[in-house]
């Protein structure tokens, strides 16, 4: 074993510590000690300053592969390829303590920062949770498809990473050993997501494929196939009706989900791109990649204006003020706002050095946010038509953005696999959430502003929960969102 200088890269010793291969080393707390484990089924202790053997620890029946000491550096924990885990007294050198439950051997242990738990990670593809307290088992973790190599916890206590031969690494919570993702797993890219105004379904498309999950169960509770990919859904304000473009690369489809009767919306002359209902429900209003956008009455189906202005298609659309005004987002880089009696353009704005996909007006409807090609998410004052915000952080094209139900937060989920939470009034990013391994194409808040909704070209459809602890008065403040999640699964099913 070797010794280093951090600060200059110099070896400071090196050790003759074992008799074979040195498997894991780990520092005490007060870094004053380190031990290490070795294939020779020995942990030996040593002393950092004098570089001399305190103890050896003898007990394993095989190589002992990890080791891990407590936060108050009085216990140390090792796992091996016995298939046990042991706890020992710093102090003494002695088992305390032997853990059995794993079937294969055991590449990894960590306690908690708090020290209240210890997880063990085997290549058995279970990950356990032992209290410190009794040293009893807590809870078994299974998701990985293979062994496990890898687990550590968040300075919190509350989340745990692991990592395995699969060529994954997972977040779980750690008081209900739920991961984060994936949620669903359709067998295509999932293009866009839509909780119902109640939050009890949660609505996915992928490819041609429009489902309706049960949020609470997971259980699918109506789908149908259309004839052509679906970009978007929208779900009505009554969440009696569903709006999917995708039936064919120019139509509309106004889905009753209950009598599951489908009312056809035919018009644009290339595929729909973005929809959006107006707060009455009495209005929809679609854009295409033909530069139109049109509205609708939905009671008829009957085409109420068409409004031309965009040198490009249009990738979303979304109404404010009661209803009376539209904006519009493009790839010629525009937002543009209409008023919708009038069926005029009344404002244009010159908004990103490239295409727009995704623009969100603040439930206030003071405020809008666009996501862009050139990676940044901006906030415009409606009122004065002035930037007053952008939004830096991710590395990859915004693909969807959308407001809490309070306002102070946005969400945007991008290309670069991560979804941001950022404070609106601060106009600061408040924290990234990882567990997509593609571009995440829709986000969703839902209408308690608790749960949050992502998906994307991964397939996957991932439901994130606001941690139990966060203020209830303000469930979105992002220093307190956890990656929990519901158990269902969303996809996967027919139509």
């Given at each position: ?6 600060a ?39 002393s950092?300053?004098?570089g ?5 620890f ?11 000491f ?12 016995d298939?046990?885990v ?17 079937e294969?051997e055991?590449?990894s242990?960590?306690f ?11 290549l058995?593809?279970?990950?356990k ?18 062994g496990?190599?890898a ?6 206590s509350?989340t745990?990473?692991t ?29 866009s997501i ?8 949660l609505a ?6 429009v ?5 609470g ?15 978007h859904?929208a779900?009505?304000?009554d ?8 039936m064919g ?8 989900i ?11 002359s290339?595929?729909?791109l ?17 530069w139109?956008?049109?509205l609708?009455?939905v009671a ?11 040198t ?5 659309v979304?109404?404010?003020d ?6 519009t987002?493009?790839?010629d ?22 295409g727009?996909?995704?623009?969100a ?25 002035r ?20 306002g102070?937060r946005l ?5 670069d ?15 990234t959430?990882?567990?997509h391994?593609?571009?995440?194409y ?12 992502t ?6 459809v ?13 469930p979105t ?11 269902p699964t969303?996809?996967?099913g027919?139509?």
């Open positions: 074993m070797k010794l280093w200088d951090v200059t890269g110099r070896e400071i010793k090196s050790i003759r510590a074992h008799t074979k291969w040195v498997w894991s080393v780990a520092f005490s707390p007060d870094g004053k000690k380190f031990a290490s484990a070795s294939e020779d089924r020995t942990i030996k202790l040593w950092v300053k004098l001399w053997e305190i103890a050896t003898k007990g394993h029946g095989a190589s002992v592969y990890s080791i891990a407590s936060p108050d550096g009085s216990r140390l924990a090792s796992g091996g390829n298939h046990t042991m706890i020992w007294d710093v102090a003494t050198a002695k088992p305390l303590v032997t853990l059995h439950g794993h294969l055991i590449y242990v960590a908690s920062p708090d020290g209240k738990r210890l997880a063990t990670g085997s058995d593809r279970q990950v949770l032992w209290s410190t307290a009794t040293w009893e088992e807590i809870a078994t973790i299974k998701g990985h498809g293979e496990i190599w687990v550590a916890f968040s300075p919190d509350k745990l990473i990592g395995g031969e699969d060529d994954t690494a997972k977040l779980w919570d750690v008081n209900r050993g739920l991961e984060p993702g994936p949620v669903g797993q359709h067998q295509a890219e999932v293009g839509a909780f119902s105004p109640d939050g009890k379904r996915t498309a992928s490819d041609r494929l489902e309706i999950w049960d949020v169960s997971g259980e699918q509770l109506a789908g149908f196939k259309g004839a052509a990919t679906v970009r859904l779900f009505s304000p969440g009696k009706t569903l709006a999917v473009p995708g690369p120019d139509i509309i489809t106004l889905w009753d209950g009598a599951d009767r489908k009312l056809i919306l035919r018009g644009h290339d595929g729909v973005a929809l959006a209902w107006s707060p009455d429900g009495k209005t929809l209003a679609s854009g295409s990649r033909d139109k956008v049109k609708w009455d008829t189906g009957r085409e109420i204006a068409t409004l031309r202005g965009h490009m298609g249009i990738k979303s979304a109404f404010f009661g209803g009376r005004k539209l904006a987002g493009s790839d880089n525009t937002v543009r706002l209409w008023d919708v009696g009038a069926g005029r353009e009344i404002a244009l704005l010159n908004a990103h050095g490239g727009i996909y995704s623009i007006i603040s439930p206030d409807d003071k405020t809008l946010a666009s996501g862009s090609v050139d990676r940044t998410v901006k906030l415009w004052d409606i009122r004065t038509l930037e007053i915000g952008a939004l830096e952080g991710h590395s990859g094209v915004v693909r969807s953005v959308a407001f809490s139900p309070d102070r969400v945007s989920g991008s290309e696999h991560t979804v941001k939470i950022w404070d609106v009034d601060g106009r600061r990013e408040l924290t959430l990882y567990g391994t593609d571009s995440v829709g986000v969703a808040f839902s209408p308690d502003g608790k749960s949050l909704a998906g994307g070209k991964d397939r996957g991932k439901l994130w929960r606001a941690a139990a602890e966060a203020n209830q008065s303000n403040d992002g220093s307190r969102w956890m990656v929990k999640v519901q158990p969303f996809g996967g027919g139509g």
